[in-house]
């Protein structure tokens, strides 16, 4: 588990297939943090059925965002719970400017540490992708989600860059040594 006592607060980011998920469990491991993953949180919510769940579903399957209000008041909840106290890894939060200015509001002075992009390129990412098999994994799916990351996803990381919080990682080599990497660069803003 961590070596660090004080809590850290981090942001991941990268296209869909970058590894995300895979680097977050070790980075889970590494620094002692909570993973917190919208993406996962809104897929629960489709399994369970529940009020959320049921508007969520058709904007996911046709790769749409669902909107800022029910996102934020969804990580307001999420962070506010007493686990989150020790830090924390967000994935796939926030995903527009909105989201972030949200999120600064959210967290006041326990503001994040870093907010890490995990390059990967777009090639590289669609083979990924087409290699994996998620229910909104299709085409027109994977297509729209690319889509939308260049629109409203790479605002954010400029925006994370002007607070001189934003971290650049190569996504490309074995599991093991991208998480070095990241390790890394996490460390140097610690
Ligand atoms: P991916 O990174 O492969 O798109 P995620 O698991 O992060 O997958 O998200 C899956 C879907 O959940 C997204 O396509 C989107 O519909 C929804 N979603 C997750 N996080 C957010 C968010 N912060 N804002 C809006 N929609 C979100």
């Not at 006592?5 to 977050?24: D, Y």
């Not at 943090?33 to 769940?53: C, F």
Request: hydrophobic share 45%; proline share 2%; glycine share 10%.
């Amino acid at each position: 588990m961590g070596r660090h006592t004080n809590p850290i607060r981090l942001v991941i980011f990268g296209r869909q297939g970058a590894g995300k998920g895979t680097q977050c469990v070790r980075l889970v491991k590494e620094f002692g943090v909570l993973h917190i993953s919208t993406g996962d949180m809104l897929r629960s919510a489709v399994a369970a059925e529940t009020e959320l769940g049921l508007a969520a579903k058709a904007i996911m399957d046709a790769g749409d965002l669902v909107g800022n209000e029910i996102m934020i008041g969804l990580v307001r909840e999420r962070i506010a719970m007493p686990d989150a106290a020790d830090g924390f890894v967000l994935d796939g939060f926030p995903r527009t400017v909105g989201q972030a200015e949200a999120l600064a509001l959210l967290l006041g002075d326990n503001h994040l540490h870093a907010a890490v992009d995990l390059e990967v390129s777009l090639d590289e990412v669609t083979s990924r992708m087409k290699a994996r098999a998620r229910a909104d994994d299709t085409d027109e799916g994977i297509a729209r989600r690319l889509s939308l990351y260049e629109q409203e996803t790479r605002p954010v990381l400029r925006w994370f860059a002007d607070r001189d919080l934003l971290l650049t990682v190569d996504g490309l080599g074995a599991e093991e040594e991208v998480t070095a990497r990241l390790v890394a660069a996490i460390n140097s803003k610690l």
